[in-house]
């Protein structure tokens, strides 16, 4: 377990909030100050005991912490990063907590006032829940983090960042963010983007027919338009290529089911099933 | 509330199952009676009380049978529906629960032996898990159930299948079976086609890196490959045209990231959050 003394975690939504809790029921933080927009998530924060106390100010909470947190929309983590590396004092560790990885850490590395570093991160865990009141100390217990050091990267600082998740309960997979952004792309942001195309191709007068096949297979499409879209313009060319794969196999479907092939549509409902099997049997 | 003297439920697995327990339960039946191809299937369901007693024997459960309710597979069912009512005794009504019925009530319907109706239903309940043993009476407790009947159905006969539907929890919804074939279609199987296309475009390297996204978006594709042929195989016409109109929003979705139109890819994620959240509005 590593310990740190005061924690800035800048953005209190269900990641930020839950990065707090997790902190300080585990006794990982002498102090974690949380930093948001608004007031009223601040309260809620404080409240809920997410954070030990609140700012509106990102650069003092920044000044007194020797590790950053910044779980801010992908749009505006490497502002927020800047920010808070200009106004440090303590030579802090700083990460991210967004979907995307190659933009943000070219934007970032290497290059930050202050004695500060950024090695980025990526928490594979979140849900249908949002804000700081959907916090949950045990959120990345046993879940997946991606984290994205670089040749540029000091040792210590991706070891100490990966203590910090393995601290909160998570698994840690290190990838360089090209890999991150390539594999994410396949994983997470085409499944959205495929979900939203099928929720956009239902008609409202079909609706009271769906069931839950319809409703998990849409589930994602009800995420927030402009964070995904900031996730999606971020990884652009990945997600593009993750879409022409993803053309082929509907083509291979459409195909079988042009030609009216039921051994052809079993074969390829059989691959699928074994690909969807697969997942469930990995640790 | 209507009363039945003895029911036959061709087919125990989660379905058939279901629907038996659900009839005991509730005291709707003096007797059911379960039909299944294997033994241990059959002997599941009595120890777990989902029917009264089981045979291997269709014939003979179909001569006493007042109501015979057909859960075999969507490629089986008017062969059961058939041999049935040719067996039938007591001027049976017969439904089945496939999730296609245009073709299924085309081949069944005014020609039966026996003075035998066949009207068709399609429960849209279900689940991931399957068999005997995942059988629950309350299944179709505020789930929808469509009733297909025709013009050359008997009102009579309309109605007291829309009873037991209702009699089990159900809310019924009445329909065409072309309407029903070209919704469900839509809501239903192109989401299976779908779900099973993005399993098979992940590469088994990425499993790893998926969440509760892609897991939730593929569910449905861990379904059995053989009974969905068979539901692709009857209602393929209404599924290639569901199709043409996803890929039309999936081309909408990659122009915008073709493009580079962050305004583009918010107003297509938003309309698509939309049609998503307001099927959790309806009743």
């Not at 930093?35 to 650069?59: M, N, Y």
């Not at 930050?112 to 570093?117: E, F, I, Y």
């Not at 007068?205 to 900031?230: H, K, M, N, Y």
């Not at 009216?260 to 997942?279: N, V, W």
Request: hydrophobic fraction near 45%.
């Amino acid at each position: 377990m590593k310990h740190w003394d005061t924690v800035a975690v800048v953005g209190i939504g269900l990641i930020g909030g839950s990065i707090g809790l997790g902190l300080r029921r585990r006794g990982l933080a002498r102090e974690v100050v949380g930093v948001g927009r608004r007031q009223e998530s601040l309260q809620t924060a404080v409240q809920l005991g997410t954070v030990d106390r609140t700012t509106l100010d990102l650069a003092a909470a920044a000044a007194e912490a020797d590790l950053i947190i910044v779980c801010t929309p992908v749009g505006r983590i490497a502002a927020d990063v800047r920010a808070a590396a200009a106004a440090s004092q303590r030579r802090p560790l700083i990460t991210d907590v967004g979907s995307t990885k190659a933009q943000i850490v070219a934007e970032l590395e290497g290059g930050l006032p202050g004695g500060a570093r950024f090695v980025g991160s990526h928490p594979l865990a979140g849900g249908e829940k949002n804000g700081p009141a959907a916090a949950d100390g045990d959120l990345f217990v046993g879940r997946t983090v991606v984290v994205t050091p670089t040749a540029l990267t000091r040792p210590g600082d991706a070891a100490d960042l990966e203590q910090l998740w393995i601290d909160l309960g998570a698994r840690v997979v290190r990838m360089s963010p090209d890999d991150h952004d390539r594999a994410l792309a396949a994983t997470s942001h085409l499944p959205h983007l495929v979900a939203a195309a099928l929720a956009a191709a239902t008609s409202i007068d079909d609706l009271p027919l769906t069931a839950s096949g319809w409703a998990d297979s849409t589930r994602i499409a009800a995420g927030d338009p402009e964070l995904w879209s900031q996730i999606f313009m971020s990884n652009r060319a990945n997600v593009l290529a993750a879409l022409d794969r993803y053309r082929t196999a509907l083509d291979n479907f459409q195909q079988a089911l042009g030609d009216g092939s039921e051994p052809q549509l079993i074969r390829l409902l059989g691959e699928a099933k074994c690909r969807r099997d697969a997942r469930n049997e990995r640790p």
